[in-house]
T-cell receptor, first 108, second 115 residues
Framework: DAKTTQPNSMESNEEEPVHLPCNHS???????IHWYRQLPSQGPEYVIH???SNVNNRMASLAIAEDRKSSTLILHRATLRDAAVYYC?????????FGSGTKLNVKP | ETGVTQTPRHLVMGMTNKKSLKCEQH?????MYWYKQSAKKPLELMFV???????ENNSVPSRFSPECPNSSHLFLHLHTLQPEDSALYLC??????????????FGNGTRLTVT
């Protein structure tokens, strides 16, 4: 299974943009890039996914490097409710393997 | 409300007990999953069911026995567990098509404590 590498933790100020990086240098041509987040005492929640092109939805944007070896999850205006662990995952078949993720702390 | 309901939310059991965790999804999905989340460790994929057929058993000990009677229900039967099996057990579902990359929808888990 292709691996992803994320920083252990990041900090952001409320109402500022946040860029969460993910490296996946061993990605294969058919791997999709998925992002999930897990708030305390809850199961993980789907955020966004993409293959090659940048993607936008109501929660976030996903920027995928041209060589697909890295991606960035962008939260345009962080709120206190965005404090969570964010996971970047590569999917080629429906076996989702989670890494350690990035713990995002949002300061008021 | 995630569309995936897990019961019970909390369970305490002794090592000689037999118990079952239940998961029900109200999303019309055709794939269901069990994950284990231990303290300070990444989520571990345990079992995958596609169209009620088990397609993945990720080297899970036989004291964990899954059952998927239909595409909406998933059980995890537990017997003779060890204290190290204490963890948050998460159920998820997805709608799988040809490309098998549909998003997962998780329940909020069952917090299991083995004494």
């Amino acid at each position: 299974d292709a691996k992803t590498t994320q920083p252990n933790s990041m900090e952001s100020n409320e109402e500022e943009p946040v860029h969460l990086p993910c490296n996946h240098s061993t990605i294969s041509g058919t791997d999709y890039i998925h992002w999930y987040r897990q708030l305390p005492s809850q199961g993980p929640e789907y955020v966004i996914h993409g293959l090659t092109s940048n993607v936008n939805n109501r929660m976030a944007s996903l920027a995928i490097a041209e060589d697909r070896k890295s991606s960035t999850l962008i939260l345009h205006r962080a709120t206190l409710r965005d404090a969570a662990v964010y996971y970047c995952i590569l999917i080629n078949f429906n076996k989702f393997y989670f890494g350690s993720g990035t713990k995002l702390n949002v300061k008021p | 409300e995630t569309g995936v309901t897990q019961t019970p939310r909390h369970l305490v059991m002794g090592m000689t007990n037999k118990k079952s965790l239940k998961c029900e999804q109200h999303l019309g999905h055709n794939a269901m999953y069990w994950y284990k989340q231990s303290a300070k460790k990444p989520l571990e994929l345990m079992f995958v069911y596609n169209f009620k057929e088990q397609t993945e058993n990720n080297s899970v000990p036989s004291r964990f026995s899954p059952e998927c009677p239909n595409s909406s229900h998933l059980f995890l039967h537990l017997h003779t567990l060890q204290p190290e099996d204490s963890a948050l057990y998460l159920c998820a579902s997805s709608q799988e098509g040809q490309d098998y990359n549909s998003p997962l929808h998780f329940g909020n888990g069952t917090r299991l404590t083995v004494t």
